[in-house]
């Protein structure tokens, strides 16, 4: 499959800049540009990406979406002076054009399509372009809200007119409604346009009753469009992850999408003036990570809004960071979605459940609009000087933090001779071990009567654990003849090494003896068989009946493993693959490529030696080579959601990411 990263830019997009005095639209300025580039040079990431050169978007290539006379007025204010600007800007609602306006908006344009053909051609795997003016606001005969072209719109346009796709997702995190959007593909179901915005209660700017939950699409669009409303700013990591979890995930899983383009505005992150959120920059990484698995991989990100030069610069960073590959900074802050964004969350489910199999089995809840005793928000004032500096100092220690310096080599393994052969040439194999390291973990254990093939592998396997836990290498893998004795060793290894939160998750029946009592081991035992065993908040049996015609597990993936794990914030995930696997080797691989966004991408998978297959899918995964993929969707057996939605029930006090609903937990 296509690797590598594309990074379209082009510095002739700083000339477009406001020359009067207009407070709705100063803060679209040209150094929200020079300042992403700026950070992306600081972090040495330039030299990492595929560099795309950008072109000007043709007249035809603009009128895909727009019409003649529209394009005709934007070209005719290149010769315009300052007072005819100001005139034509004034037709529109929060624009502003400038002579250079057209020359840019043409660049921004043929800089997304350059991007969507480096991908689709498979030049790259992904990419992202950094451009202005945004589009997303941009209408068929106007421009508004700072934009003029719809760059993404046109690029869903040409991607299915050139590349002949019949399923495009466009996600748009940007924290305005991108109703120009919307209004291009109300009633096409080949495009889902996802959006979430401020919107309290429509008392936010565009102020229109189609971006709130119940605008679902027009004709066969019906169920194309999902509109999540914020109805309080101060929105942060958790209830974005909720939002994705609960609706996004499921919604775009099912639809299957043949490329995914992002409407990537970061006025949604911490300190902007326009937005008043609260995400900090990893969000961003965490949203682009589970994007990244779906059309293979095809995923564009192109620049929206973001107005906190500090902010958007470290945002886009951690966007480019993720496209890459780079292991992720752990979410943070308290998961805990919180009320409003639930309610939210729960309408926008209800009003889709028409429409999506994913959403089949949901209680006909109740639409809410009731307005509940809200949480307070963070009181942040809206051009608050000295909110943005401090938003400044805060992102200053914040990225510090969170940003560990890079292993040189991502994958380790501990396969024995015969499954060398079967990994990437880029995983690394320890070799030349030192017992002596592992003997207060061994002694712990009756290996006396071990054969010295099965005894190897368990020491090298705890070789490429001490190599994760060092941080020398990213991921691992190890084989292994007793994946439960494996497994239990491996915890206990990590509990001496004081690792604080270990998260394992076993697939397939396995005779697990583990004894737990505190915060430092959380277990998911995904099995056929019933266990007897009472569920705890650390130790949570989850009964999934085999099913080969649909051979699916997105309810159990999003609805309860993700959130669970996002909530419990692990320091290291260990994954066992056992025998009778009651998942497809797909799930399995997508599960472990979706749980790379915990514990700093730190994962240690170990299987069964007989499951070679698996084993080296899960290989490809770790290293990066791999997205997994889906055919023929359907729905998930009854008696499997019925399980979840019980687990889900029984949890949501202890790990607040389940939480999807207004009903008010204590
Ligand atoms: C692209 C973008 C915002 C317009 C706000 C007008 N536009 N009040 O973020
Ligand atoms: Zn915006």
Redesign the pocket.
Known sequence: MAAGTALVYDGEMINHKLLWEDP?CEVEVPERLSCCYGRLQHYNLIERCILVSAREGTESEIMLIHSMDYVEVVKSTEKMEKEELQKVSAEYD?VYFHPTTYRCAKVAVGATLQLVDAVMSGKTRNGLTLIRP?G??SQRNAAN???IFNNVAIAAKYAQRKYGLQRILIVDW?I?HGQGIQYAFDDDPSVLYFSWHRFEHQNF?PWLSESNYDAVGQGKGKGFTINVPWNLVGMGNSDYLAAFLHVLLPIAFEFDPELVLISA?Y?SGIGDP?GQMKATPECFSHLTHFLMNLANGKLCAVL??GYHLRSLSESVCMTLKALLGDPLSPLSGEMMPCLSARESIQNVRAAHKPYWKCLTYEEKAELTQTNVELLSPQEVGKGDVNEVIKTDRFLETHMKSILSLKPPIKTAAAVGESGAYLLPPTVHIPKGLDMKEFKTTISAFDVKNMKEEALNLLLNMLAVLNKIIKKEVINGLAVSSTPSLSSAIAIAHCQNLKVQKVLCVFVGDMDMKIELDDDKVLLINICAKHFEQVNTKHNISLNWKEDPKTNNFFSATFGFILPVAYSYQPNLTIVIVGPNQNLGKNRISLLISLLQGLAESQILAVIQDTEEKIMQDIANILTGDFIPNFENFAPDLQENVEVIKELRAQFQQEWKLLQCSAKNFK
Do not use: L, M, N, S
């Open positions: 709705t929060a945004p997303h606001h809200g700072f934009c940007d305005h700017w505005g006025d326009e929206e809004g």
